[in-house]
């Protein structure tokens, strides 16, 4: 890809957005939930890592 050509991707939501998002769709966030999150900035894992996580933990189900 080119420079010009190069995916632009939104910035990454916060935990509360998140958890906003969740809540308006019925689906509220869960212990499970917060403590991936927990893991996530703990562990320092960036938007990359979070979204492979998420990926394939939902891939499995």
């Known amino acids: ?3 010009n050509s190069e995916k632009k ?3 990454p939501l916060t935990r509360e957005e ?3 998002l969740h809540e ?3 689906n509220p966030f869960t212990d499970e ?3 991936m999150f927990d893991m996530f900035e703990r562990e320092g894992w ?3 890592q979070q979204l ?3 990926k394939n933990k939902f891939a499995k189900k």
Do not use: H, Q
């Open 24 to 26: 308006i769709e019925g």
């Open 33 to 35: 939930d917060e403590a």
């Open 46 to 48: 960036s938007t990359e």
């Open 18 to 20: 998140v958890r906003r």
């Open 9 to 11: 991707l939104a910035p």
């Open 1 to 3: 890809m080119t420079e």
């Open 52 to 54: 492979d996580y998420i």
